[in-house]
């Protein structure tokens, strides 16, 4: 604990590999972290093992300046510009004036390219997050740990972060907004799904839900579903009520409610 403290921190940034002072990085940002408080209430955060109220966040020194400002600039920023913050649900606001290219009973699917989206960001932003969730066990609470294993696939993707390489082969990104309260308000570090095909992370944040495959194997029809690899680069809406619900409900079998939030 008295080196995460410090405020002089050398070392190996992974993104950039190059030794340098590093940075206090947050592993959700902490535009999210001050969008979880209402009013003077502090945020609720549910972990496998407990359930409580805290104003913690995650950090850890991981990340030099340069590699900071370049996953803000082509990943963070875009994207506060559309999730659900304060006041609006922007990019679910520019999908009730759209023109949806397919309806299904639960899922309403619109092209990015003909709303003046540009996905581009979103899958950036999802995929550094994803990223950041396999390089650096994050402690959350009770001294558990959270990460991320991505196999061959971490190193295209850090070079695609670092704008080495085009976005990698194998990876595609799905983007939901969700139409549920729940969902909007909320926010879930990357996770790996369980019962799923082909590996799948699922993120939530505060309304986008994120599902991430990555897979080596041609999948008919799942270009068509990614915001970068469909033509019209795709874009989903749809109630998330159920799974919101169900992740709630997974972790509620394993973890404690503190005594402060049973009051």
């Not at 550094?128 to 740990?145: E, N």
């Amino acid at each position: 604990m008295k080196d995460m403290a410090r405020s002089n921190v050398y070392g190996k940034c992974p993104l950039c590999l190059k030794r340098r002072k590093l940075c206090k990085s947050h592993y959700l940002g902490r535009v999210l972290h001050k969008l979880s408080f209402t009013g003077k209430e502090r945020p609720v955060v549910m972990t496998p093992k407990l359930i409580t109220i805290t104003p913690r966040q995650l950090w850890a020194h991981l990340l030099c300046a340069s590699c900071e400002r370049l996953l803000n600039e082509r990943g963070e920023k875009p994207v506060h510009a559309l999730f659900n913050g304060k006041n609006s649900f922007p990019l679910l606001g520019r999908m009730g004036v759209a023109m949806a290219v397919r309806t299904e009973p639960t899922v309403v699917t619109y092209s990015g390219a003909a709303m003046g989206i540009d996905t581009g960001p979103l899958a950036y932003y999802a995929l550094s997050l994803l990223w950041k969730g396999s390089v650096h066990k994050w402690t959350t609470l009770k001294g558990q740990k959270s990460s991320i294993d991505l196999g061959k696939h971490q190193e295209p993707i850090r070079r695609y972060l670092k704008g080495e390489a085009e976005f990698p082969d194998g990876v595609y990104v799905i983007v939901t907004a969700c139409t549920d309260v729940g969902s909007q308000g909320m926010v879930f570090a990357p996770n790996l799904m369980a019962g799923t095909q082909y590996p799948m992370h699922s993120i939530l944040v505060r309304g986008l839900w994120f599902h991430i495959i990555t897979t080596d194997e041609k999948v008919p029809g799942l270009d068509n579903l990614c915001c970068i690899r469909s033509p019209r680069k795709t874009l989903h809406k749809a109630d998330c009520t159920e799974p919101f619900l169900q992740a709630g409900r997974f972790i509620h079998q394993t973890a404690v409610v503190s005594p402060e939030l049973r009051r």
